[in-house]
């Protein structure tokens, strides 16, 4: 039986939503285990203040941005990571998505005004940058996979 497209969706919204939270949990742990770990979530919050201040809206405070950017971070990532999709090929794609993605949080910051310490600051930071989203992406496929072998699609 051919699976629908509303199901389809879900498959790839699940995937990358577990993708996500695999990235959050690694990030989350590792900023208590090293200093050398990435600061993604300071970049999240130097991104939220930019917006906000171009938009001449209130700032938050630091509890407030670092739970809009959790949240945000979790929601973003999860639809990024949801583009490993389904199908046999997914291994290859959450690996792909993953990579960009981690030499993109290395690469991009400074040029967009956000700073180079938090991805960045070390070879090791630069390294576990790109480990982590890579990992986010392999966990995306896992589950794309597992949920393609339970018959859920």
């Known amino acids: 039986m051919a699976a629908s497209a509303s199901d ?3 498959h790839a919204l699940i995937s ?3 993708g996500s939270v695999v990235l959050t949990l690694v990030h989350q742990a590792a900023r208590q285990a090293t200093p050398d770990a990435p600061r993604m979530d300071i970049l999240g919050m130097r991104g939220l203040r930019k917006i906000l201040s171009a938009a001449d ?3 938050p405070d630091h509890k407030t941005a ?3 950017t959790m949240a945000g971070d979790l929601l973003v990532n999860g639809l990024y990571y949801s583009l490993v999709g389904t199908g046999s090929d997914a291994w290859l794609r959450g690996a792909a998505l993953g990579v ?3 030499v993109g949080g290395v690469l991009l910051p400074g040029p967009m005004g956000l700073g180079n310490g938090p991805s960045n600051r070390t070879p090791q930071t630069q390294l576990m940058t790109v480990a982590w989203y890579t990992l986010g992406g392999l966990a995306a496929a896992g589950m794309s996979r597992l949920w393609s072998r339970l018959g859920k699609q």
């Open 8 to 10: 389809d969706f879900a």
């Open 16 to 18: 990358g939503l577990s």
């Open 57 to 59: 809206a209130p700032q």
């Open 66 to 68: 670092y739970n809009i």
């Open 100 to 102: 960009a993605a981690g």
